[in-house]
Structures are given as structure tokens and as C-alpha cells.
């Protein structure tokens, strides 16, 4: 078979007629490189530094700083833990299948391109168009979540003026040199780094006594109001499972975003080897990050706090400002809203990244119009990332009352499309792992394999699928029933379903054959071009833990 069977004439998968190759120095490609065109197109001006940061900034964020509070009042200290510490090995099985295959196929637009090559051409037109409408959603509501950050300080400025001046910023940001979003998105997760470890410090210098005038904590408020929370007001152990089982979907939309890092992997230096130690260090740092700071929230704020559950959308929300509030620490707010303002402008600028490339690599595979493939001097995909910037004018609608409501249930169903794409993840993978078993082909002869496979992908597959299915099962209780929230939880798996049949029985595709999909061909291309051998890390470097 034919990879580029039923394609149009002259319009091949493995084009390679496109101009001359416009990358930085450092990564070489072979001219006889005809199945990555776009790399002939796109520059390769992020790092390794610039990927595993870029991976943090997508996890680090309000679901941290502001959402964990809402875990806490659900499930109590022990429940909060779980949930977050699970949720994150479920989502280090998508990390590592992700990064397996983009170190094969460094292709911008990730596993939107990979479903095209390993599973069926109509599941990279759902999944990617899927991937662009959540994007057109959730950039809107993260500049307006910004703009009432800033009320934060001020409110005799109109929170319109905001939402202009940040999506200006993320246009600007977007449309130059990919390096200067590597490093402004770089500079971001150093920032938050900073505040989570401040935060673990004070919360530690809290619960101990530190603090003049206050008591030791310890684990008091394991002990009262307990461990576990009666969710919904449901009597023993049920209504503690309950409770525990409301954190995955909290924790998995904190998580959203880890899929980022082979988003511009034609635009990665090196990525055969960046990617790669991108998924192996960032799982370990971001469950480092997430529970350790869940756990000292826990000792320093009770789950019974009322706070707990006052959605402000300001620093006020967060179980850090209570803990500081409690403890009669007053600068932390400010501190606090300070950088979770800026978590709000690395989210916007991570999910237009992600969108852009992810348009761009649908107009590859003919799943979307031609024109979204133009670049600019820059080598920035332009015309992909003024269509996403169009959908930001969404945020004007929040300035009623009426429409905040409806963007808090829209994020919901940003949530839901992030579960379905990490699914959507694991199912490529799986079919890629057994086509290698059904052409002869050892995970060796790859330039990297992942530990724990398949494993780690069946685990985080079934146990997605089993969060998606269950996410709002509190409608289904009597008397809990509400529309908006059924609406939110589960309008993604019918739309998914409807894009892909639609696309299948629109255009006669086929499942790719495990023995059909061009594995060895993608495997030739790596050995004909190898990457630079990586230089020594010397001096202080040696020593650096966050992306050395």
C-alpha cells in the first residue's frame, strides 16, 4: 500500500518540494527529508530549556493556585491527595506515548498528524478540529479570567480594556520569533516555580509554629474535620468515595496542557532527544509541584472553610491566601494574584501555540483550507493563528453578568475535550506499539522507547475513559439534576463521534493496517538524520534539576 494513496496529485504527505529549509544553526536537515515539509517552513527556535518549561507553564496554573481550594472542600485532605497524585500517573501514560512518538515523527501538530499515520485519517480530522474548537473557547475565557485578576487592584477601569490589552499580548507574542515565546513562556514558569516553593515554605513555617503568635498545626485538621468530607451531604463511606472521585476531574483539567510539549515539535531543536527528556523529568516535577503543595495546603487550611468555596476568580479564592489570611500574613494576596496573572497569559499563549500548529498540521493532511499553511518571515504559521485570535472577541461577552455563567460551564467543556484528547493519545499509541509487534519491528530500532508501555497507555485509556463516562455522575442523583452541567461533561463524546463518522462516511477512509503504517519509513528517515551529539553540561549547570 501506498501512503499517499487517494491523495490528490502533487499534494503527498511526504511532499518535499517546498523551498529551501529555514532553520537556526545547530539543526541540520538532510535535504532527501521529504516527509517532514513543514520544517522546510516552520524555524526550530525552541530549546530544550524552552520544551520543559513550556511543559510546567501548561500544568502549573489556576488549577493550582485557585482550584485546589474546591478539591479540598469536596474530598478533605486525604481525598485531595489521591485524587491529584492519581490523576498524575494516569496522565504520565499519555506523556510517554506522546513523546514516543514524536521522537519518530517530529511533526508540528502532534497526535492530530499521528492518528492520520497510525489509526485513520477520519480521527485526525475529529480530534483535530475537536482540539481547535476547545482552543477557541478556553483562550477567550483565560484573558477574561485575567482581566478580573486585575480587578483584583482596581475596578474603575473596564474590564473590556483588559481583555483588548491581553489578547493583544498573545497575538504579539505569538505572531514573532517562536524564540521570543520560548522565552517569555520560560520566564512564566519560573515565576510560578518560585511562588509554589515560597508557598511550600511558608505553608511549612505555619504548620509548625513559625509564625509569631500562632499555634503548631501539625495534622490538626486531619484529625477535625477528618480526612475525607461527606460529598453532598451523603452519609459514610459512599459519601466519602464521592467525594475522592470529584478530584479527578478537577486534577485532570490543573493537568491539561502536558500534551504541549510535541506541539511544535518541528519547531523543537534536537527533538528526537528534548522531547523525550521533556516526558521523563516533567511527570516527576509536576507530581513534585501539584502534591506537595496539595498536601501542605492540607495541613494549614480546614476542609470545612467556607472560603473554600466562594468562587471570587480573585486571589481571595485560593487555600494559600486563606492559610496566609489566617496566619496574619498580608502582602501574600498580592503576591499571589501577581503571578497567577501571569499564569492566565502563559495559559493563552500555550493554547494558541498548541491551536495554531494544530490548524496548521490539519491543512497538511487536507483536513482543512490551504491557506492556513502560510507562514511569515518569521516562520509563524500567521493565517493559523489570526483565525484562533478571532474567537478571543468571546471574552467581550463575559462583561454581562449572564455570560460569566455561561463561560464558567465552557471551561467544563475545555475539561471534558482534554480527556478525550489524552484518550485519543493513548488509542494511537496502542495502534503504533502493536503495529511495530505485527511488522517485526523492536522498540529498540526506535530513537526512543518508553518505559512501562503498554502498560501505562491501556492504564490512562480505561482510566480517562472511566472519568469521562462518570465526571458528572452528581446530576444523575435524585434531585441534583441540571442541564448546563449534564451539557458541560458530556457534549464532547457525541461531538467527537459525529466528526469522525461524519468525515469516515463522507470520504470512504480507512483504518490504517497494522502491517500498512509506514513505521519503518519514519525510522530511515531518523537514522539518515541524526542530531548533533548533545554537549556536556558544565559548571553550575551540572547541577541544575528544573531542565538540565
Known amino acids: 500500500m501506498s501512503f499517499n494513496k487517494d491523495r490528490p496529485e502533487g499534494k503527498d504527505f511526504f511532499d518535499g518540494s517546498n523551498d529551501k529549509l529555514d532553520v537556526e544553526v545547530g539543526s541540520p536537515v538532510v535535504e532527501d527529508e521529504k516527509a517532514f515539509a513543514e520544517q522546510r517552513e516552520l524555524k526550530r527556535g525552541l530549546q530544550q530549556r524552552h520544551i520543559q518549561m513550556i511543559a510546567l507553564a501548561g ?27 492519581l490523576t498524575g500517573i494516569l496522565v504520565s501514560g499519555v506523556v510517554l506515548s506522546i513523546a514516543e512518538l514524536a521522537a519518530l ?17 477520519a480521527l485526525s480530522f475529529a480530534i483535530g478540529w475537536n482540539h481547535v474548537y476547545a482552543a477557541c473557547v478556553a483562550i477567550p475565557a483565560e484573558i477574561t479570567a485575567a482581566a478580573v485578576l486585575i480587578s483584583f487592584w482596581t475596578t474603575s477601569v473596564s474590564n ?49 509554629g513559625g509564625v509569631s503568635g500562632q499555634p503548631r498545626l501539625g495534622f490538626q485538621y486531619w484529625k477535625n474535620p477528618g480526612p475525607f468530607v461527606q460529598y453532598l451531604g451523603i452519609e459514610g463511606s459512599l459519601g466519602q468515595f464521592l467525594g475522592f472521585w470529584t478530584t479527578f476531574s478537577n486534577a485532570a483539567y490543573a493537568y491539561s496542557g502536558v500534551e504541549t510539549i510535541a506541539a511544535a515539535a518541528a519547531e523543537t531543536k534536537n527533538p528526537r532527544r528534548n522531547i523525550p527528556k521533556a516526558a521523563k523529568r516533567i511527570f516527576v516535577r509536576v507530581i513534585l509541584f501539584y502534591v506537595l503543595s496539595i498536601f501542605i495546603v492540607t495541613l494549614i487550611v480546614p476542609s470545612n472553610n467556607s472560603l473554600l468555596l466562594k468562587s471570587t476568580g480573585t486571589a481571595s479564592q485560593s487555600p494559600l491566601v486563606l492559610a496566609a489570611n489566617l496566619a496574619g500574613i498580608k502582602v501574600i494576596p498580592h503576591i499571589i494574584n501577581a503571578i497567577v496573572l501571569t499564569s ?5 499563549n500555550s493554547t494558541m501555540l498548541g491551536a495554531s ?19 511569515n518571515r518569521f516562520g509563524i504559521p500567521y493565517i493559523s493563528v489570526g483565525f484562533v485570535s478571532l474567537f478571543m472577541s468571546l471574552g467581550y461577552m463575559t462583561l454581562q453578568d449572564s455570560a460569566s ?46 518505559p512501562f508501555q503498554p502498560f501505562a497507555a491501556w492504564m490512562a485509556l480505561l482510566g480517562f475513559g472511566l472519568i469521562l463516562l462518570t465526571s458528572g455522575y452528581a446530576i444523575f442523583i435524585h434531585g441534583k439534576w441540571d442541564i448546563e452541567t449534564f451539557f458541560s461533561h458530556y457534549f ?57
Not at 424 to 442: E, P, S
Not at 492 to 514: C, M, S
Open 105 to 121: 515523527v517530529p511533526l508540528t501538530g502532534s497526535y492530530v498528524r499521528y492518528a492520520a499515520c497510525f489509526f485513520d485519517p
Open 160 to 208: 473590556g480594556v483588559w481583555i483588548t490589552v491581553m489578547g493583544l499580548l498573545i497575538i504579539s507574542t505569538n505572531l514573532f520569533f517562536i524564540r521570543v515565546y520560548g522565552e517569555l513562556e520560560f520566564g512564566f514558569s519560573m515565576l510560578k516555580i518560585m511562588l509554589v516553593v515560597g508557598s511550600i515554605v511558608m505553608g511549612l513555617c505555619i504548620d509548625l
Open 344 to 348: 492566565a497569559w502563559s495559559s493563552g
Open 492 to 548: 464532547n463524546i457525541p461531538l467527537i463521534l459525529l466528526l469522525y463518522f461524519g468525515y469516515k462516511f463522507t470520504k470512504r477512509t480507512k483504518i490504517v493496517r497494522l502491517d500498512e503504517m509506514p513505521i519503518r519509513y519514519f525510522i530511515d528517515i531518523a537514522n539518515q538524520n541524526p542530531e548533533p551529539e548533545e554537549v556536556p553540561a558544565k559548571g553550575w549547570r551540572r547541577i541544575n534539576i528544573l531542565w538540565s
Open 59 to 85: 500544568t502549573i496554573g489556576t488549577g493550582l493556585f485557585l482550584g485546589s481550594g474546591r478539591a479540598l472542600a469536596a474530598a478533605g485532605p486525604v481525598g485531595a491527595i489521591l485524587g491529584y497524585l
Open 405 to 450: 455563567n455561561v463561560f464558567s460551564w465552557l471551561q467544563d467543556l475545555v475539561s471534558a475535550a482534554a480527556i478525550i484528547a489524552w484518550m485519543v493519545i493513548c488509542i494511537v499509541y496502542l495502534r503504533f506499539y502493536y503495529g511495530c509487534k505485527r511488522q517485526g519491528i523492536d522498540r529498540s530500532e526506535l530513537p526512543w522507547a518508553a
Open 357 to 375: 500548529r494544530t490548524l496548521y498540521g490539519l491543512a497538511r493532511e487536507g483536513h482543512a483550507p490551504k491557506i492556513f499553511l502560510r507562514t
